[in-house]
């Protein structure tokens, strides 16, 4: 089992930076695939960025890519989500995901979930 916490969210323009972090309690990170999700008002819950379990390579939403980088360190058990020229689309709850592998994650689905941070991106 693994507890996830999520930090770094916050208030940013539009334009801006924000760099979120997931902490995962436990002995097993590196058995687990890792990723980001996020949920807007009245939204379903969207797969944004995930990082696999066996070789790290990472698979990203079509509407994130090539502004936002998931990445992990095993040593310190974390994962960290770096979001660059952010949109007001972005706001949105985000929220930690780690399970076997990122397939669910694609569908809003995981085995553990941290309880989230606040996004909110001003124009």
């Known amino acids: 089992q693994v507890q996830l916490v999520e930090s770094g969210g916050g208030l940013v323009q539009a334009g801006g930076s924000l760099r979120l972090s997931c902490a995962a309690s436990?002995?097993?990170?590196?058995?687990?695939?890792m990723g980001w999700v996020r949920q807007a008002p009245g939204k379903e819950r969207e797969f944004v960025a995930g990082?696999?379990?066996?070789?790290?390579?990472?698979v990203y939403a079509d509407s994130v890519k090539g502004r936002f980088t998931i990445s992990r360190d095993n040593a310190k058990n974390t994962v960290a989500l770096q979001m660059n020229s952010l949109k007001p689309e972005d706001t949105a709850v985000y929220y930690c995901?780690?399970?076997?592998?990122?397939?669910?994650?694609?569908?809003?689905?995981?085995?553990?979930w941290g309880p989230g941070t606040q996004v909110t991106v001003s124009s």
């Open positions: 995901a780690a399970g076997m592998t990122i397939g669910p994650m694609r569908m809003g689905l995981s085995d553990y």
């Open positions: 990082i696999k379990r066996s070789d790290g390579s990472t």
């Open positions: 436990g002995r097993t990170f590196s058995s687990y695939a």
